[in-house]
């Protein structure tokens, strides 16, 4: 799939401004509206800054050993983080101040994740899933996974949530600690992504392929044959197109119609480094991709597979992340930068 980059540079993307942090940026976050951009370095402290300064509203000290994921609770009064500490932690995001510190189950959180509507928050750590409330309690330990669980989301619209572990997709009720249903599929999943009209969900995999599951129906389709494992999955807000790392080109599978089985992708060829990082925007059609290389760009791919703006980063791209309203981008870079970008391109 991937091809040479293309040599001719697009125009450049506006920077709005940039700070530089200590460490590596594992975790970029908007408040939901739009009051904080959280960012979390992988040393710990998780650095909450106001998006259209960059200034520096507050720095919570985040885990001990390293900060490994962030959520924020969907009226924005919570934000909840894991580590490699093995806690989770939700703090008061005007504060400051540590509202719970709670016990996951395993020596490394590898997800939390805030409900889109509720005041309830998963947590995923080895091989154990738990369901929390915003008060700190435990509403609901399930059965140990077979496996490391990989991913947790949830659906857009339906207080249901999938986790991944090697082997299966499991989907739960909060109310249940019995999955509602399971995808089974042999092999190791390292992400998955709900399509936002929750009818399809897809997994970035360790065998370099991208697997995609009807919900309605289980029935399934695989994208194999990407040079390298897919961790960077992100659907457009018609859940139509699916773009996908796993190389050095954007591929982007359009899934209406019949689906994309037997189809062509749109191929997005300027990086020339492995894709690290993508993001559509949360109304818009357009999509940000960031590479290893530190290129950052912003297409509309149902119109052209050139980029419509482009920058550099100082290093890795390890995160991208679309503002409510979608007017401005941040990226996190793995010398600790962030940088705002206003696209200035219409979809």
């Not at 941040?330 to 940088?339: E, I, P």
Request: charged share 15%.
């Amino acid at each position: 799939m991937p091809g040479i980059a293309s040599e001719v540079k697009s125009p450049a993307l506006q920077q709005s401004w940039e700070t530089h942090l200590a460490d590596y940026v594992i975790r970029l976050a908007f408040s939901p509206h739009k009051q904080a951009l959280a960012a979390a370095c992988v040393g710990g402290p998780i650095h909450l800054l106001e998006p259209a300064t960059g200034r520096s509203l507050l720095t919570l000290p985040g885990h001990d050993i390293a900060t490994q994921c962030l959520s924020w609770s969907h009226d924005g009064r919570f934000l909840a983080s894991g580590g490699q500490d093995g806690r989770v932690k939700v703090w008061n995001p005007v504060s400051g101040e540590l509202l719970h510190n709670l016990p996951a189950g395993a020596a490394w959180v590898e997800q939390v994740a805030f409900a889109p509507h509720r005041l309830l928050f998963v947590s995923a750590a080895g091989r154990h899933l738990k369901l929390w409330n915003a008060d700190g309690a435990c509403l609901q330990t399930y059965p140990p996974h077979p496996s490391t669980i990989s991913d947790v989301q949830w659906q857009h619209h339906a207080p249901f949530f999938t986790s991944a572990a090697y082997g299966q997709l499991a989907t739960f009720n909060p109310d249940s600690p019995e999955p509602v249903r399971t995808f089974p599929w042999k092999g190791s999943i390292l992400a998955i992504a709900w399509s936002p009209d929750d009818a399809y969900i897809a997994t970035g995999n360790q065998d370099a392929s991208v697997h995609f599951w009807y919900r309605k129906t289980g029935k399934d389709l695989e994208m194999s044959g990407y040079p390298v494992k897919v961790r960077e999955l992100a659907w457009d807000a018609g859940s139509r197109y699916l773009a996908t790392g796993g190389s050095a080109v954007v591929i982007v599978w359009d899934c209406g119609g019949k689906g994309p089985a037997g189809t062509r992708p749109i191929e997005l060829d300027r990086h020339d480094m492995p894709i690290t990082a993508l993001a559509y925007q949360h109304e818009g059609a357009l999509l940000a991709s960031g590479c290893r290389g530190g290129l950052v760009c912003v297409w509309n791919p149902r119109k052209k597979t050139t980029p419509l703006r482009e920058s550099m980063l100082d290093g890795e791209v390890t995160q991208l992340c679309w503002a409510p309203g979608d007017r401005s981008l941040a990226a996190g870079s793995a010398r600790g930068m962030v940088r705002m970008f206003v696209p200035a391109v219409s979809s």
